[in-house]
């Protein structure tokens, strides 16, 4: 027999990670990763910010300018409207993958495309998010900014000879780094990659995401600026009340945040049942986005200086009714309708103008309670705790807020995953019939070894045996359809089956042969009581074999694993999940 068969398992030291030294290939390709996504992000900023002065002002200059300053009159319901029918023939003639605000494309294409973008999407993304802000879209750049940043780590992976998971890992990088160059949210960013986007922690993915989150922040002071990037002097109140109140709050914004996320989608039920081309969808929804402007022009555009202001606590009333209210029907309708834009500065502006209201009758600043909106309402949103928490405390620097911070983001987050089935992020996939799980937690497969699993000292049949004898042994109702075949001293010659016994006749195999002659030139897989038993799964897979020998080092039979045990894992997984007690007795 061969005993160097291509699915027995070597011996190998087992550790508490997988990683290996192509950790440190990705890490160095995170730095190219990284930059680009610096470059991205500042890119989509000068985009922007050349558009709004298009269309609002009528001068070429990517200068910083406010849609608020322009002198436009009237044309303020009709500008967006411009802007949306020129990204809806983009998004028709183009691509229509950059329709939506970016996320939960870069997740579909993380779990369901192998994490390949294209250029095609990396070039029009940012030119159409561009497009759709500039002319007074109610959206941040931080959607598109992901999706173009993953696009660039995707398209450099794919010029080598990488795994899916690797091409993920640098995905990723280059979706946090551009995270990172906008905000100056290092730490967020990296948290955001774990919560919403990686789908795993592993040492493989996470050392090259902060690689790439470095860079970029390293980037951040030469191509936008150093610094938080909406410093504010708000002042914290003091006492243990601050945490309940915030977590009052967050209780409040998690309501919020469930409601917009279930809006959105029936809005956009509403945008599918119109009898024309979803190319004209953006087009409609922007005429509300101009009535809205009319309203109040705060409502359009990124929002940036309004999340400043709000942060700030120099709003009037009014005009932080004008962002709760208007603001959030113009994005639910603009979003809706399928056109290029983010969601996290639209998020922040409604936490934030939830916050600062609130704040009018709490003690300390409104800018205060607004920054701890800003951190349940994303938290609610997106699903992702740790990344709201820190990055509303990141993106002000006010770390000392971070008790309340996640507070807030916390009960938000219970609020939000108790009510609604999905987050803003997720439902549009699991409309296109995707199940999206966003939790992580052990394999028991991989948890559990071999020998815990197993069957010990299995019945087997020696290798002396005869193919007549072994064929009456199936023929008479042997208990199961296979057996590991023995030497004298109990090590594995092969397994023999009862389809075996069936081939053995058909072919005319001489009946007085002993087995261990007929398996002689058999390879059989096997495993040793060490082995994880996810290992044994993928042998089971490849091989189809549903029975695996467990061996011992002198290869001698001391169990067998079968599929039926491995299931017992997952039984044992989920009674530990729903079995409950009381004063269970110690081991």
């Known amino acids: 027999m061969n005993l160097h068969a291509p699915h027995r398992l070597r011996h190998r030291p087992l550790g508490d990670h997988s990683a290996d030294w192509r950790m440190l290939l990705l890490a160095a390709m995170a730095i190219v990763v990284g930059s680009g996504g610096a470059l991205g992000a500042w890119t989509i900023l000068k985009l922007i910010a050349l558009a709004t002065n298009l269309f609002w002002f009528g001068r070429l200059s990517a200068g910083p300018a406010l849609i608020t300053d322009s002198p436009v009159g009237y044309a303020v319901a009709v500008i967006p409207v411009i802007g949306s029918l020129i990204v809806g023939v983009m998004a028709r003639y183009g691509s229509d993958k950059i329709r939506g605000h970016g996320i939960p494309e870069a997740i579909e294409t993380i779990l369901f495309g192998e994490s390949r973008l294209s250029l095609k999407v990396a070039l029009l993304k940012p030119l159409s998010a561009a497009v759709s802000i500039g002319s007074g879209g109610p959206f941040g750049a931080e959607g598109p900014i992901i999706m173009t940043g993953g696009a660039i780590g995707s398209l450099f992976a794919q010029c080598f000879q990488l795994s899916a998971a690797e091409r993920k890992t640098l995905l990723v990088a280059g979706a946090a780094a551009g995270m990172t160059a906008i905000f100056g949210t290092p730490l967020a960013a990296i948290l955001l990659a774990i919560e919403v986007l990686l789908f795993e922690w592993k040492p493989r993915s996470f050392v090259p995401v902060v690689v790439a989150v470095l860079v970029s922040f390293a980037w951040r002071p030469l191509l936008i600026g150093a610094g938080p990037m909406f410093a504010t002097a708000s002042g914290q109140p003091a006492g243990l009340w601050v945490i309940a109140a915030a977590g009052a709050l967050g209780l409040v914004v998690g309501l919020e945040a469930a409601l917009l996320s279930g809006t959105l989608y029936r809005v956009e039920d509403l945008f599918h049942r119109l009898p024309v081309h979803w190319m004209w969808w953006p087009a409609i929804g922007a005429i509300f986005v101009g009535i809205g402007g009319l309203v109040d022009r705060h409502v359009l555009g990124s929002g940036y200086a309004s999340i400043q202001a709000l942060l700030d606590g120099s709003l009037v009333t009014r005009v932080v009714l004008a962002l709760l209210f208007v603001k959030a029907i113009v994005w639910l309708i603009a979003l809706g309708s399928g056109t290029s834009g983010g969601i996290l500065a639209p998020l922040l502006i409604l936490g934030g103008a939830t916050g600062c209201l609130v704040g009018h009758v709490l003690p300390g600043d409104a800018g205060f309670w607004a920054m701890i909106g800003m951190a349940g309402i994303m938290s609610g949103a997106m699903r992702a705790p740790m990344t709201g928490a820190l990055f509303s405390a990141e993106l002000t620097?006010?770390?000392?807020?971070?008790?309340?911070?996640?507070?807030?983001?916390?009960?938000?987050?219970?609020?939000?995953?108790?009510?609604?089935?999905?987050?803003?992020?997720?439902?549009?996939?699991?409309?296109?019939?995707?199940?999206?799980?966003?939790?992580?937690?052990?394999?028991?497969?991989?948890?559990?070894?071999?020998?815990?699993?197993?069957?010990?000292?299995?019945?087997?049949?020696?290798?002396?045996?005869?193919?007549?004898?072994?064929?009456?042994?199936?023929?008479?109702?042997?208990?199961?359809?296979?057996?590991?075949?023995?030497?004298?001293?109990?090590?594995?010659?092969?397994?023999?089956?009862?389809?075996?016994?069936?081939?053995?006749?058909?072919?005319?195999?001489?009946?007085?042969?002993?087995?261990?002659?007929?398996?002689?030139?058999?390879?059989?897989?096997?495993?040793?009581?060490?082995?994880?038993?996810?290992?044994?799964?993928?042998?089971?897979?490849?091989?189809g074999v549903g029975r695996i020998p467990i061996v011992d080092t002198a290869h001698r039979v001391v169990g067998i694993l079968s599929r039926q045990d491995l299931l017992k894992a997952r039984s044992a997984h989920r009674h530990a999940e729903t079995a409950r007690s009381r004063f269970t007795k110690a081991t």
């Open 397 to 543: 620097g006010h770390l000392d807020g971070l008790p309340a911070t996640i507070a807030a983001a916390a009960i938000a987050y219970a609020v939000s995953v108790l009510i609604a089935r999905r987050s803003i992020l997720t439902e549009k996939i699991a409309r296109r019939g995707r199940h999206i799980l966003q939790e992580y937690t052990v394999d028991p497969l991989e948890f559990l070894q071999a020998g815990q699993l197993m069957t010990p000292h299995p019945d087997a049949l020696p290798g002396s045996m005869t193919v007549a004898a072994a064929s009456d042994h199936f023929a008479e109702g042997a208990k199961h359809r296979s057996y590991p075949v023995v030497d004298a001293e109990g090590r594995l010659l092969g397994m023999a089956s009862r389809t075996d016994a069936l081939r053995w006749q058909v072919e005319g195999v001489d009946s007085r042969t002993s087995l261990a002659e007929t398996l002689s030139d058999v390879s059989q897989p096997s495993a040793y009581p060490e082995t994880p038993c996810g290992e044994i799964a993928d042998i089971i897979i490849e091989t």
